[in-house]
Nanobody
Framework: QVELVESGGGSVQAGGFQRLSCAAS????????MAWFRQSEREAVAWIYT?????FIADSVKGRFTISRDSGKNTVYLEMSSLKPEDTGMYYC????????????????????WGQGTQVTVSS
């Protein structure tokens, strides 16, 4: 069992910056993969393989969003820049296991542990 808690959501103007955080606790061995999802989207916005740092960014946000982790704090970050109104929505942190070196799934059905979500609102 792994527990996930998101923070950092809020309102920001278009073109602005926001950083989301996801803190993991409990059985962190079950969180080798950490990912961010937007509500109603099947593919992850981003994922990271926490032991080695391999990562993925969706084409829709590539060049604007980055994912990183602080292993000492068991925390994953999503940094969002040049925000657009279409980025508005609920963002969820999720965790999964992977048996492939430095790789994670992007499909939300592969993730069993979920945070409560945090709302991001981008105004024009």
């Amino acid at each position: 069992q792994v527990e996930l808690v998101e923070s950092g959501g809020g309102s920001v103007q278009a073109g602005g910056f926001q950083r989301l955080s996801c803190a993991a606790s409990g059985d962190t061995d079950s969180a080798r993969c950490m990912a961010w999802f937007r509500q109603s989207e099947r593919e992850a916005v981003a994922w990271i393989y926490t032991p080695y740092g391999g990562s993925f960014i969706a084409d829709s946000v590539k060049g604007r969003f980055t994912i990183s982790r602080d292993s000492g704090k068991n925390t994953v970050y999503l940094e969002m820049s040049s925000l657009k109104p279409e980025d508005t929505g609920m963002y969820y942190c999720a965790a999964a296991s992977s048996y492939v070196y430095n790789w994670c799934p992007a499909d939300k059905d592969q993730y069993k542990s979920w945070g409560q979500g945090t709302q991001v609102t981008v105004s024009s």
